[in-house]
């Protein structure tokens, strides 16, 4: 918690807040969720399904439950996975610049439309695009 207090992000100071009440949880902009909290973990999705909030999490299956971005270790390394249908359902937009990164990308109920394609501009998604719609007719 110390190493980022009163650090700077695009001319905003990172708060850091423990909190225990998940009533004040809409009132962050990103939260992340414990190994420790994982018991509560649907209460959480399910208070902030609404709210423009990012949610992380470093525990198995915590994507497929609704939060944003999973971190998992692969190869002694820190990687995520990615809820882009969650993401969308609330209106957070997550780059291709961060998307490029994810091992896993989950976008089951994202319409492949133009935006979607530019948004996440890689050739192994414009591969799968073509094979999906090779596949669909």
Known sequence: DTLMQKKKV??????????????????????????????????????????????????PGAGEQGVILNMIIKDDKVTFA?????????????SAQLLRFAIEINWSDVLLNEHCTTQLNSNWILNWQKLFYQKSY
């Open 10 to 59: 695009n001319e905003r100071t990172i708060t850091i807040q423990r909190i225990n009440d998940i009533k004040q949880l809409d009132q962050c902009q990103l939260v992340f969720i414990s190994s420790s909290a994982m018991s509560h973990l649907t209460n959480i999705v399910d208070m902030l399904k609404n709210q423009p909030v990012l949610t992380v999490a470093d525990s």
């Open 82 to 94: 990615a809820n882009l249908s969650a993401a969308k359902k609330i209106g957070i937009n997550l």
